[in-house]
């Protein structure tokens, strides 16, 4: 019998969560990554190398890792130097890539290459392989240009909405994308911070027709906290309107959202950060059915010294997550 397939469309810490639950179940795994990210590590690996950024990448594969490769090998791609000029910041992982790109002549081979060696069960696919720059539109007409910059603006726009995100220039969505997609028994979107690592998929031409086109299901995981800078005092209601604003009302069959409490010790840590838990306020008239149950992790996420990025404390159970989206296959 014929595995189902599910694919994932997303970047950053919410997809490294989801990817990490559904590896466990005899399902064909895709994930659509966003190649927009300027910040961190992946500004040497854009400005000083001249590639594309490769920290989701090397997230995707390292949740998808099977046991073959050491514990000491998945450790070594997390890896984060904490001290050296120029490379304080940087992941083993990054420059790993790098260094293939440099011996195969092409960063298309170096992601295929790393799959092989970390043996990577399931394929991981760049969204696209244009270099481009994701743009953000905020209420006072202000445009910002590049992902880190709409991740961690100045004061002055981050009490501010955004109106519109794009790219520039304008990026083709990989071929190996599209037909994933449209094959897909079931599309996870989410979770991930909205503007940064979620809705950047669906600003790539050919992206959100090829979900509209597609024969599976589509699934939103609903982020458990807000994001200050640019989700300030989003409801439930409010991030599903906007994710339908770029893939089209309707298209959206599942809402996957916690109904667990976050820990009080989070909830401190949240308010100093300006963030709160995202507020239930879904109807069930949507056209979407609303699947509320507790996806809270038990663990805190402690970053290392070296990680200059805002990152969550808090975050989905990958179990937990997993066990619900087989549940609609």
Not at 107 to 127: H, N, R, S, Y
Not at 245 to 271: H, S, T
Request: glycine residues 6%.
């Amino acid at each position: 019998m014929k595995k189902k397939t599910i694919v994932v469309i997303g970047g950053g810490t919410g997809t490294y969560t989801v990817l990490l639950g559904l590896k466990k179940y005899e399902v064909d795994l895709s994930v659509i990554v966003s190649m927009m990210d300027s910040g961190g590590s992946n500004r040497v690996i854009r400005d000083e190398f001249g590639l594309l950024p490769t920290s989701d990448l090397r997230q995707c594969m390292v949740a998808l890792s099977s046991e073959k490769p050491s514990e000491i090998v998945r450790e070594l791609f997390t890896y984060r130097y904490n001290a050296g000029t120029g490379i304080t910041g940087m992941t083993f992982g990054n420059l790993f890539m790098a260094a293939l790109t440099d011996i195969y002549g092409s960063q298309e081979k170096a992601i295929e290459k790393t799959c092989e060696f970390l043996d990577v069960q399931g394929k991981i696919i760049p969204v696209t392989y244009d270099n481009t720059n994701l743009v953000a539109l905020y209420e006072n007409e202000k445009q910002v240009l590049g992902e880190h910059a709409i991740d961690e603006p100045p004061e002055e726009l981050a009490k501010l909405k955004i109106v519109h995100i794009d790219v520039f220039p304008k990026a083709k969505a990989n071929p190996k994308a599209i037909k994933e997609i449209k094959e897909a028994d079931l599309i996870v979107l989410g979770p991930g911070d909205l503007y940064t690592s979620v809705l950047p998929n669906l600003v790539i031409d050919g992206i959100v027709k090829a979900i509209k086109a597609a024969k599976g299901k589509v699934v939103f995981v609903m982020n458990l906290m807000t994001r200050y800078g640019q989700t300030n005092d989003y409801t439930a209601k409010d991030y599903l309107e906007e994710m339908e604003n770029y893939l089209g009302k309707g298209n959206i069959d599942f809402v996957l959202i916690n109904n667990g409490k976050i820990p009080q010790k989070a909830r401190q840590w949240y308010k100093r950060v300006k963030a709160k838990p995202v507020k239930d306020n879904l109807s069930e008239v949507t056209n979407a059915k609303i699947i509320r149950t507790n996806f809270v992790s038990n663990e805190f996420y402690e970053k290392p010294s070296s990680d200059r990025l805002a990152r969550s404390l808090v975050r989905h159970d990958s179990n937990k997550l997993a066990k619900a989206i087989i549940s609609l296959l």
